[in-house]
């Protein structure tokens, strides 16, 4: 049965540490053309909204969105987004914007993370994160993130 595993941010901001979010705008930009691989062992498709698709319209009291999931004309019925996805086979690589990047890459990471949870058996797990497992998980998240971002960083880009 799948899981959701949720990235527990407040131990991470509690002791200092950068969310996995906060890294990856620190290793790109929006605007980058970045690589990724998918280190799991399934072929993955993972939807996206690139902001090209968007278009927002704010008055001084309100901000609307279109382009992502919005009632049709009638409201009675619902008219899917402009969203792309991306098909990602297992150990493939993909060259996409690092825009998507923001999302494509805690999306492996969390799958493979799941994927490991199943491995594991725990006897009398709790549910409860003792620093220990958290410690051990954002251990694995440095691990995969380092197989999963096949590079183009800033620095190499801007000279």
Same mark, same amino acid.
């Given at each position: 049965?799948?899981?959701?595993?949720? /990235?527990?941010? %407040?131990?991470?901001?509690? +002791?200092?540490?950068?969310?996995?979010? *906060? @890294? $990856? &705008?620190?290793?790109? !930009?929006?605007?980058?053309?970045?690589?990724?691989?998918?280190?799991?062992?399934?072929?993955?498709?993972?939807?996206?909204?690139?902001?090209?698709?968007?278009?927002?319209?704010?008055?001084?009291?309100?901000?609307?969105?279109?382009?992502? /999931?919005?009632? %049709?004309?009638?409201?009675? +019925?619902?008219?899917?987004?402009?969203? *792309? @996805? $991306? &098909?990602?086979?297992? !150990?493939?690589?993909?060259?996409?914007?690092?825009?998507?990047?923001?999302?494509?890459?805690?999306?492996?990471?969390?799958?493979?993370?799941?994927?490991?949870?199943?491995?594991?058996?725990?006897?009398?797990?709790?549910?409860?994160?003792?620093?220990?497992?958290?410690?051990?998980?954002?251990?694995?998240?440095?691990?995969?993130?380092?197989?999963?971002?096949?590079?183009?960083?800033?620095?190499?880009?801007?000279?």
């Amino acid at each position: 049965m799948a899981e959701i595993i949720k /990235e527990d941010q %407040s131990a991470a901001v509690s +002791s200092g540490q950068k969310t996995l979010g *906060e @890294t $990856l &705008r620190e290793m790109f !930009d929006p605007y980058d053309i970045i690589g990724v691989k998918n280190v799991t062992k399934l072929a993955l498709e993972i939807p996206y909204l690139p902001s090209k698709n968007e278009k927002v319209v704010s008055t001084k009291i309100t901000k609307r969105v279109y382009g992502r /999931e919005e009632l %049709s004309e009638d409201g009675m +019925s619902i008219t899917p987004g402009k969203r *792309e @996805t $991306l &098909r990602i086979g297992a !150990d493939e690589n993909a060259t996409i914007s690092g825009e998507f990047g923001y999302v494509a890459i805690p999306f492996i990471i969390n799958i493979q993370l799941q994927l490991d949870a199943q491995k594991r058996t725990v006897k009398n797990d709790t549910g409860i994160s003792t620093p220990q497992v958290l410690l051990e998980r954002n251990a694995r998240v440095k691990e995969l993130l380092a197989q999963v971002y096949l590079g183009f960083p800033k620095a190499s880009q801007k000279e």
